[in-house]
Structure formats: C-alpha cells, structure tokens
C-alpha cells in the first residue's frame, strides 16, 4: 500500500474490505452448496476455469470451448452453475 493520504488511504482499505467480504460469502455459498473450500483453494479453483470465446463475423455466430479443469473446480463450476454466464 503506497497511499499518503487519509482519504486514498480509506478507500484501498475499504475495497479490501469489501474483496475479502465477497470471497466469505463466496465459501459461504459453496459450503451451502456442499462444497466445502477455503477462499484460497476456492480462488485457485476458479481460476482453472477457462473459457475461450471465437467469434466468427462472417456466420454471426459464437463458438465457446470450456477448457480442461480440474475435479475440485468442475465441481465449484457445477454448483455455483457458471454455464447460464456462456
């Protein structure tokens, strides 16, 4: 943090705050969804989650490929159902 004012100060402090509220109710959710993860195996996890959008103008259409993944995300991505977002 290389913040010198009170105010820039404040702010990063509350965006942290925030960040880390959000990853809570995050394992919160996965655990209700009997998904048991700490926040930083649920972030490792969800950053194994790829998806590669092509775009092809001339059909107008969009191809998506999920990538490979593994058990401990595909089970995150399933519960949290992060398909409907393709």
Known sequence: MFHRVDSSIR???FTCYVGLLLLSLLVRELTQL???SSIQHAVKHLKEIK???FTVPAVNKAIENLGEMSDAARKIYDALNLGQYL
């Open 51 to 53: 998806v590669t959008r």
């Open 34 to 36: 009997g998904v048991s």
């Open 11 to 13: 702010g990063h402090v």
